[in-house]
């Protein structure tokens, strides 16, 4: 398997506009994780999908964020209109089950300017 | 999510050294992964170890978890070796998997 592979690696847009980040999971990963990287903040989960339904996203930091997950094999990371503190490293991440290894993907750097 | 706690924050290396990295967690762990954050920003899997020992290359870990902490020796360390390493655990019964603030570790030549 290519492992989790996410589109763009990076991406710079303007304020105000809107922004789709995209991840394929491992394949037979019934779990997706999406996370975001800043200097202030680390790691921080922003919501999980369990079999394609989204189980927890109490992490998703406002209403401009939204994630779907249509199938098995794709997801997506809505940013609606974005900001500038929006500028971050998203990562994707899957695993078999819960509480088993997480993979990650390589990341997307978002810059809004 | 539990609470991780990384030491120390920053360890700077003479090549070919050793070298221990710690990871304290505030409660009991299922999950408890080893990554390492290279210069491009990847988050590398090293070890998925809810407990005991494994080894890899010159890599190993040890999690006690009944301590509740886990160990990441480097030895004979190598300038690849720089970079980010985070620890990261999950709770019992739950699906977040938390990290801590990482160890930024510098090998130098």
């Known amino acids: 398997d290519a492992g989790v592979i996410q589109s763009p690696r990076h991406e710079v847009t303007e304020m105000g506009q809107e922004v789709t980040l995209r991840c394929k999971p491992i394949?037979?990963?019934?779990?997706l994780f999406w996370y975001r990287q800043t200097m202030m903040r680390g790691l921080e989960l922003l919501i999980y999908?369990?079999?394609?339904?989204?189980?927890?996203d109490s992490g998703m930091p406002e209403d401009r964020f939204s994630a779907k997950m249509p199938n098995a094999s794709f997801s997506t990371l809505k940013i609606q209109p974005s900001e500038p503190r929006d500028s971050a490293v998203y990562f994707c991440?899957?695993?078999?089950?819960?509480?088993?290894?997480?993979?990650f993907g390589q990341g997307t750097r978002l810059t809004v300017v | 999510g539990i609470q991780v706690e990384q030491s120390p924050p920053d360890l700077i290396l003479q090549e070919g050294a050793n070298s221990t990295l710690r990871c304290n967690f505030s409660?009991?762990?299922?999950?408890l992964q080893w990554f390492h954050q290279n210069p491009w920003g990847q988050l590398i899997n090293l070890f998925y170890?809810?407990?005991g020992t494994k080894q890899n290359g010159r890599l190993s870990a040890t999690t006690v978890a009944t301590e509740r902490y886990s160990l990441l020796y480097i030895s004979s360390s190598q300038t690849t070796d720089s970079g980010v390493y985070f620890c990261?655990?999950?709770?019992?019964?739950?699906?977040?998997?938390?990290f801590g603030a990482g160890t930024t570790v510098t090998v130098r030549a």
């Open positions: 991440a899957s695993s078999y089950a819960m509480n088993t290894e997480a993979f």
């Open positions: 394949s037979g990963h019934d779990y």
């Open positions: 999908f369990n079999n394609n339904v989204p189980i927890d």
């Open positions: 409660d009991s762990v299922n999950n």
């Open positions: 170890i809810p407990s």
């Open positions: 990261a655990g999950v709770r019992s019964n739950d699906y977040k998997l938390s």
